[in-house]
């Protein structure tokens, strides 16, 4: 009766380990699918159309309104081109 149940273990653990496997296999796979099928495309949507432009005061560059990272700073509306230039402007 113990052995059966140390076996029954066994083969639970064993099957958690295989879908363990699976799920990281089939992960790995769909990522390597989804690069191949689009490898142009750019990860930024900073192209976007739409808005006003608007300068980032960190780095200068113009931003979309459409599409910048937005803070409030002394009730004003303040636009970033990326979350590390607003967390610059914070610091500075
Ligand atoms: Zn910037």
Redesign the pocket.
């Given at each position: 009766m113990f052995r059966l149940l140390v076996r029954f273990l066994l083969l639970l653990v064993f099957f958690a380990f295989l879908r363990y496997v699976i799920t990281t296999v089939a992960r790995g796979f769909s990522q390597a699918m989804r690069s191949q099928t689009r490898p142009s495309e750019p990860q930024a949507p900073k192209s976007q159309i739409g808005g006003e432009l608007k300068q980032?005061p960190?780095?200068?560059?113009f931003?979309s309104t459409a599409s910048s990272v937005k803070k409030t700073v002394n009730g004003e509306l303040v636009h970033?081109?990326?979350v590390?230039?607003?967390d610059?402007f914070k610091v500075a």
């Amino acid at each position: 009766m113990f052995r059966l149940l140390v076996r029954f273990l066994l083969l639970l653990v064993f099957f958690a380990f295989l879908r363990y496997v699976i799920t990281t296999v089939a992960r790995g796979f769909s990522q390597a699918m989804r690069s191949q099928t689009r490898p142009s495309e750019p990860q930024a949507p900073k192209s976007q159309i739409g808005g006003e432009l608007k300068q980032d005061p960190v780095c200068g560059i113009f931003v979309s309104t459409a599409s910048s990272v937005k803070k409030t700073v002394n009730g004003e509306l303040v636009h970033f081109c990326s979350v590390a230039c607003r967390d610059k402007f914070k610091v500075a």
